[in-house]
């Protein structure tokens, strides 16, 4: 191994080890027990849909995504082509200084954290493009608008009225299409995995922008850093689009996801060790450096640093929905 290993490294890996083991057991805890408590079907689908009829719909876990969150916008009356057109626009723009980038560097800049983040924001856009565009296909094939489920909903809760709660079951009995169509259509595959990519982005964009902005920029000369238009771009287009998307989308935010991103991070660690293991001499960051006694306060604080990074976003997310909806109370829609 071209990595020497101190005795302290090996804190540095239990960090990032038991970081790991705790983000793939809430996975496991939080996303599974959506497939235990609703049934265990394995959709194939990009949205997925249910036969029509008498549905039982058992408790909803809390990381539940409906199809119709995927594609249709908080605000009502927004048509769902608009965010399909601001989803395929950020896709672009993101893919053309991705592509500016490597030109610049060459392929190599994918050491970078920021390079890893700044992907990953552009294949949720991607993701989000395919998926908004199906659901507008969808929504054009029926007879009420995608914002007409909500009111319709809304409007007609009495229509909702058989229902059973079971005490033994704990399901509810839903014989309203409309109360279907919005609370029990759960997302497929690809629905899930949009949203677990906004989540992760989100996090992950925050720490690289922080950690960019307050961190490297200022204490590291500009001549050493090499600062210039791409890189500031690189930097903050990913938060720009990322919020813009925000503001307009359905989706939830469910703590428990912050797993994803620091499996994200763990992953880019431990991607740095190997390739360091295996003679790549220099490291893109100076706190991922094992030949410091300081690595381990290093590794320990970014590890805590995921918790605020997340949270911060999480605080935009709960102003976004407890804001929005007293400023605009006849435009803005929650999501069920």
């Avoid at 083991?21 to 394995?42: F, P």
């Avoid at 229902?163 to 109360?179: D, E, F, M, P, V």
């Avoid at 500009?222 to 925000?246: E, K, Q, R, V």
């Amino acid at each position: 191994m071209a990595l020497v290993v101190y005795w302290y490294d090996f804190v540095c890996f239990g960090i990032v080890g038991l970081s790991l083991v705790w983000a793939l057991w809430v996975i496991w805890r939080k996303e599974g027990a959506s497939e235990r408590v609703e049934d265990s079907t394995v959709y194939e689908s990009l949205l997925v849909t249910r036969p029509d009829g008498e549905v039982f719909v058992s408790a909803l876990p809390k990381g539940h995504v409906s199809t119709s969150q995927l594609w249709t916008s908080c605000w009502k009356g927004l048509h769902p082509g608009w965010l399909l057109a601001i989803r395929f626009v950020s896709f672009l723009v993101l893919a053309g200084f991705l592509a500016w980038d490597v030109l610049a560097w060459d392929a190599s800049i994918f050491i970078y954290y920021t390079e890893w983040t700044f992907t990953l924001v552009m294949l949720y856009f991607g993701l989000g493009t395919i998926v908004s565009g199906y659901g507008w296909w969808l929504s054009s094939n029926k007879t009420f608008s995608a914002n007409g489920t909500r009111r319709d909903l809304e409007e007609n809760n009495a229509s909702v009225n058989t229902y059973r709660k079971n005490g033994n079951s704990g399901t509810i009995k839903l014989q309203s299409h409309y109360a279907q169509e919005e609370i029990q259509l759960r997302a497929g595959f690809w629905g899930y995995l949009m949203q677990i990519a906004f989540q992760t982005c989100a996090g992950a964009v925050v720490l690289t922008d922080i950690v960019f902005w307050c961190v490297i920029v200022p204490f590291l000369s500009t001549s050493h850093l090499g600062l210039n238009m791409l890189m500031g771009c690189m930097h903050t287009l990913n938060a720009f689009f990322i919020l813009l998307d925000t503001s307009l989308n359905s989706l939830p935010f469910p703590w428990f996801r912050l797993s994803y991103f620091v499996l994200w991070s763990c992953l880019y660690v431990i991607f740095q060790w190997v390739i360091h293991a295996f003679g790549f001499p220099w490291w893109p960051y100076p706190f991922l450096e094992l030949d410091t006694p300081w690595a381990t306060l290093w590794y320990f604080c970014m590890a805590l640093m995921h918790i605020p990074c997340y949270g911060i976003f999480a605080l935009i997310m709960k102003a976004k929905y407890s804001i929005f909806p007293k400023l605009f109370p006849h435009a803005f829609v929650r999501p069920y």
